[in-house]
């Protein structure tokens, strides 16, 4: 359903506090839809739960990729004062592994930093030129003083939205348009 060069991408219910969002988001968690977020000006304890999400996969990026960091500085190391310039200095062991604590560390937090900004850009959907909740003026009012559920035209039970925002009280439903451009994500 197009208005103009604006697309209908999903339904937006807004919502006035907590309590109705949190019932709202297990209401629909329930329906079985696939396709939907939550957005709210500040976090609100237990919508993680009410919405059934998974615990996130960003810890254990940024634990793998801190692993990585830090085998490939001892690898580095092991090369160097080992292999490539094996220089015996004061009696040590050619691996003196304290003198190179701090490269580890290094390392290790270089390479989980740089994998936890990759995963945040990926798995948040960063780096889009624009989004339909700023198309639709919704993100206005949700990073103020209101709640939102979003429903995506993506979702298999999409026709039933409207009706389980309907149900679970909803005053404010709004079509969530999007303006239709050539090349709308770099990712």
């Known amino acids: 359903m197009a208005d103009g060069d604006r697309e209908q991408v999903g339904w937006a219910g807004l919502y006035d506090t907590e309590e109705e969002l949190r019932a709202a988001a297990e209401q629909f968690r329930d329906a079985g839809f696939t396709r939907w977020d ?39 190391t092991a090369k160097i004062s080992v292999i490539q310039y094996p220089l015996r200095t004061a009696g040590k062991f ?34 889009r030129w624009h989004s339909p909740l700023h198309d639709s ?20 039970r999409f026709e039933e939205a409207r009706r389980v925002f309907e149900e679970s009280g909803c005053k404010d439903i709004r079509p969530l348009l999007e303006v239709q451009e050539g090349g709308a994500s770099i990712i």
Do not use: N
Request: with cysteine; charged share 15%.
């Open 137 to 156: 003026d919704i993100m206005q009012e949700v990073t103020s003083h209101r709640y939102a559920i979003v429903v995506e035209k993506a979702d298999d």
């Open 38 to 76: 939550c957005h709210t000006p500040y976090p609100v304890h237990g919508l993680d739960k009410a919405m059934g999400l998974k615990p996130s996969r960003i810890p254990t990026i940024t634990l793998s990729a801190g692993l990585v960091g830090f085998l490939g500085a001892i690898v580095l």
């Open 94 to 127: 050619l691996l003196s592994w304290p003198a190179f604590v701090p490269l580890y560390f290094e390392l290790f937090v270089l390479c989980a930093a740089v994998a936890t900004m990759g995963a945040l850009l990926y798995f948040c959907k960063l780096g």
